[in-house]
């Protein structure tokens, strides 16, 4: 059976090219940049090419509305949740549901690149909030704003050194 799709599903093809231009880019070297947005999605998902330095890793936080999904490019993360701990690398997928909380950190020397999918994508406007505030990492109570205006809570500290090391001997933390 054929059905006639409705107005408002039929949208335009889109092509987002590979692309060092327009990346948002915080004080700490975090960098994002929106290759879909929820808009483009009809509010299905967002897609974001995200690079961040070596060793670098985020607090440790949740989504309340987004699932996120890494696709790593390159580098190196250990990957954190009170469920296990894992490492993941280039070619792998990283699942992290809603509400699960959860952290990573690159570790070695390189820094790490990955495709960011979120859905429906209300974390897409994290990195600009944080960049239109001139935010540093010092900026604790401002950047857990800026986590609450994209749908998140921050829960905890990032990984340590002596966490990375223990993820990476398969140890529990």
């Not at 948002?24 to 509010?43: I, V």
């Not at 690159?106 to 859905?119: L, M, W």
Request: net charge negative.
């Amino acid at each position: 059976m054929t059905t006639t799709p409705k107005a408002n599903d039929v949208r335009d093809l889109l092509l987002d090219a590979d692309t060092d231009e327009g990346f948002t880019t915080t004080s700490w070297g975090e960098a994002s940049r929106t290759r879909l947005s929820p808009e483009q999605t009809n509010g299905a998902l967002a897609i974001l090419d995200y690079r961040a330095p070596a060793g670098f890793g985020p607090p440790r936080h949740l989504h309340h509305n987004d699932d996120e999904i890494f696709l790593i490019q390159s580098g190196d993360i250990v990957i954190w949740t009170p469920a296990g701990c894992r490492t993941a690398g280039p070619g792998d997928v990283v699942l992290l549901p809603k509400l699960m909380p959860h952290t990573w950190r690159a570790y070695g020397n390189e820094p790490v690149g990955f495709q960011v999918i979120v859905a429906p994508g209300e974390f897409e406007t994290f990195f600009d909030r944080i960049v239109a505030r001139n935010l540093t990492i010092t900026d604790v109570d401002a950047l857990i704003e800026c986590a609450s205006e994209a749908g998140m809570d921050i829960v905890g500290p990032p990984l340590n050194d002596d966490e990375v090391a223990a993820i990476l001997r398969n140890e529990a933390i």
